[in-house]
T-cell receptor, first 115, second 117 residues
Framework: DTEVTQTPKHLVMGMTNKKSLKCEQHMGHRAMYWYKQKAKKPPELMFVYSYEKLSINESVPSRFSPECPNSSLLNLHLHALQPEDSALYLC??????????????FGPGTRLTVL | AQTVTQSQPEMSVQEAETVTLSCTYDTSESDYYLFWYKQPPSRQMILVIRQEAYKQQNATENRFSVNFQKAAKSFSLKISDSQLGDAAMYFCAYRSPPAGGSEKLVFGKGTKLTVNP
């Protein structure tokens, strides 16, 4: 089973709203990732969690706040977003971070629109 | 910094035919990992195949195979007996070794594959 689930599938929010994206995996993976993908572009890494600790923040604006409550869950809290933040947000997981042999498995993504 | 180049923004193939997608990369490392991911219009990124640089044998997964040329830093994907379900955006990705490296996948810009019936 290589399933990563993400909710919601679609999200429309105003610039003053607060919302959260959720990601879940039950593969026993200890590394989880958030990516942002604009249309017709490759994914861009935002955050990496390794053993529930933030290990990489790719200089993401503070209006994006990640959280890893346990080894199966990853959240991305959104506040005061801008229209240019509209994108597909992908979650991924891998068995271990820092291990090059580990493949990242992606979820289906959340399509975010900021009005 | 590592870079990944996919020189074909779009490709098309007839159903049941064979197509090859190209990927080149630039790195000074000797040990690394290469991946091909597929992203259909449904948008989920799906792993197609992966290759460890220390392995000389080219990876294969059913109808998908790679031609890994380490000296040339080339990692092409061959799809045999193309099916309509193969239509997607294909991304080539590079990952550094763990020691002193990072969890980052460096992606190419992608190749959009169309399969014609």
């Amino acid at each position: 089973d290589t399933e990563v689930t993400q909710t919601p599938k679609h999200l429309v929010m105003g610039m003053t709203n607060k919302k959260s994206l959720k990601c879940e995996q039950h593969m026993g993976h200890r590394a989880m990732y958030w990516y942002k993908q604009k249309a017709k572009k490759p994914p861009e890494l935002m955050f990496v969690y390794s053993y529930e600790k933030l290990s990489i923040n790719e200089s993401v604006p503070s209006r994006f706040s990640p959280e890893c409550p346990n080894s199966s869950l990853l959240n991305l809290h959104l506040h005061a977003l801008q229209p240019e933040d509209s994108a597909l947000y992908l979650c991924a997981s891998s068995r271990l971070a820092g291990s090059g042999t580990d493949t990242q498995y992606f979820g289906p993504g959340t399509r975010l629109t900021v009005l | 910094a590592q870079t990944v180049t996919q020189s074909q923004p779009e490709m098309s193939v007839q159903e049941a035919e064979t197509v090859t997608l190209s990927c080149t990369y630039d790195t000074s490392e000797s040990d690394y990992y290469l991946f091909w991911y597929k992203q259909p219009p449904s948008r989920q990124m799906i792993l197609v195949i992966r290759q460890e640089a220390y392995k000389q044998q080219n990876a294969t997964e059913n109808r998908f195979s790679v031609n890994f040329q380490k000296a040339a830093k080339s990692f092409s994907l061959k799809i045999s007996d193309s099916q309509l379900g193969d239509a997607a955006m294909y991304f080539c990705a590079y990952r550094s070794p763990p020691a002193g490296g990072s969890e980052k996948l460096v992606f190419g810009k992608g190749t959009k594959l169309t399969v014609n019936p």
